[in-house]
């Protein structure tokens, strides 16, 4: 039987203690600059000393154009990377793996924070008013072929960055949640004619190339993407061809030679959004598979005994406990997520 406290030893990926995985969650706590702060260190030090075998950072972002979030760290530069080295270290210390989750907002932003008209696969703004600064999306300048190559080299570059400078044991790319990625995806948002948008191939086109060059800059078995093809946002929110996209992205995926996939479901219900992913994308995929987020310990555990999840995530479980892993292991309660603790870093 495998359980949560099992460590994961395979060669496709990276060695980790045991299979609970802190979740990325956007914090902004970075310094001037957008540089990673002693503080950070911290926070993310008590969670690895409280028994987590994986953290996933919260979003850095890989270049000012894909900012979108008040006082978010980058890692968008050497000095970036240098500056989260004491945060690894630490982490390293205490036993757990980290990895860098990498990340570009796309149109969910404005130019207060991109400074030049945000870009995404669309000309279209988001609807809705963004929390970071209380304005309306700003309206989005749709990337023309020429210049995703560009974007492409912000992600590697990143990634480059995160192990060879910062010391990460792995980088998570967000290809989720509606940024960037997410928005050449999901044909609610995609409205292009060209060759990267229309069909599921052409959809899926950006993503690909972004996680080939990727692949292409860093070793494949240090590298997750994450997907929320199923999430909550006022009622369950699922791509369109929601079927017909995983049959094509997945074994795409695979063919490329990822090794690592977070199937990510925000703040709802596991069964009803990625649990049914897990499922629906297990048979197409012999990599590592992580996801939960909402799971009980039991339910956390048949998941992993029924060998569809390899790794599994909590987020704000984590937040309200830096010692969750341990708490876990010794069958202690919980501390109840409250929603002032975001205002905190704890």
């Not at 989750?101 to 000309?123: A, E």
Request: glycine fraction near 8%; hydrophobic fraction near 40%; charge should be negative.
């Amino acid at each position: 039987m495998t359980s949560l406290f099992d460590p994961l030893n395979r060669p496709d990926f990276i060695g980790v203690r045991n299979r609970t995985v802190m979740s990325a969650m956007s914090r902004g706590f970075a310094a001037e600059g957008h540089h990673a702060t002693p503080a950070m260190r911290d926070y993310y030090q008590r969670r690895a000393q409280g028994g987590v075998g994986l953290i996933l950072t919260e979003g850095t972002l890989v270049h000012q154009s894909g900012d979108g979030w008040n006082n978010a760290p980058y890692i968008a530069s050497d000095a970036h990377a240098e500056s989260w080295r004491p945060v690894v270290d630490a982490v390293h210390e205490a036993g757990a793996a980290i990895a860098c989750q990498l990340w570009h907002t796309g149109r969910i932003s404005h130019s207060d924070y991109t400074i030049d008209q945000p870009v995404s696969s669309t000309n279209v703004a988001a609807t809705g008013i963004n929390r970071q600064n209380g304005k309306p999306y700003g309206e989005p300048r749709a990337l023309t072929p020429e210049e995703m190559p560009t974007i492409y080299g912000y992600f590697a570059d990143a990634a480059r960055r995160a192990i060879d400078i910062a010391g990460f044991d792995a980088v998570e790319l967000h290809v989720g949640h509606g940024y960037l990625a997410d928005q050449f995806l999901d044909a609610r948002v995609n409205d292009r004619t060209d060759n990267y948008g229309g069909s599921v191939e052409n959809r899926c086109r950006f993503a690909l190339e972004l996680i080939e060059k990727v692949l292409a800059a860093v070793p494949a078995d240090r590298v997750i993407a994450r997907i929320s093809p199923s999430r909550f946002m006022g009622g369950i929110y699922d791509w369109p061809d929601l079927d017909e996209m995983l049959a094509y992205f997945i074994p795409a995926l695979q063919s490329l030679g990822l090794k690592a996939l977070d199937i990510s479901c925000a703040n709802s219900v596991y069964a009803d959004t990625a649990g049914r992913i897990v499922r629906m994308v297990r048979p197409m995929w012999n990599g590592v598979l992580i996801g939960g987020a909402s799971l009980t310990v039991d339910a956390a555990n048949a998941e992993l005994d029924a060998g569809l999840l390899d790794l599994v995530t909590w987020g704000r479980a984590f937040l309200a406990n830096p010692d969750l892993a341990d708490k876990i292991a010794k069958d202690e309660p919980w501390t109840p997520f409250e929603d002032a603790m975001r205002e905190t870093l704890v």
